[in-house]
């Protein structure tokens, strides 16, 4: 898995999702920097110590911020609020990136479920 498959993916998506996706992968990356990218079931993925923290996806009327978890989302469920969701995907806008303090939550929620540390 490479870096390289998430930027393939990211050309192939439409602006502004591209644009808004491209925002989304640096927050990740500055929140966990030592995160092994490539891809899990067909969308980017970032992982430590080989476990999956975090991915994203592109669909037609919004991007989805992936836990890989289907209790993150539950747990913040006070800051989600107005947010649309699944259990295992939170919806955001296609031209919008997330505030970085919100995907900053959400990988701690994530890191401490995997008993691992940010």
């Known amino acids: 898995m490479t870096a390289q498959e998430i930027d393939a993916y990211l050309d ?3 602006e502004p999702q591209s644009t808004t996706l491209r925002s989304l992968r640096a927050t990740v990356l500055e929140v ?3 995160a092994e990218r490539g891809m ?3 969308m980017p993925a970032f992982r430590v ?3 999956v923290v975090a991915g994203f996806a592109s ?3 919004h991007v989805a911020y992936l836990p890989h978890s289907g209790s993150v989302l539950a747990e ?3 800051q989600l609020a107005g947010y649309e969701q699944t259990k295992g995907s939170l919806h955001l806008p296609i031209d919008a990136a997330p505030p970085k303090e919100l995907i900053e939550k959400l990988i701690k929620v ?5 008993g ?3």
């Open 49 to 51: 110590e080989g476990k």
């Open 116 to 118: 691992l540390s940010a």
């Open 12 to 14: 192939a998506v439409p």
């Open 110 to 114: 994530r890191l401490r479920q995997l």
């Open 32 to 34: 966990i920097p030592e």
């Open 76 to 78: 913040l469920s006070t």
């Open 59 to 61: 669909f037609p009327r």
């Open 40 to 42: 899990s079931y067909g």
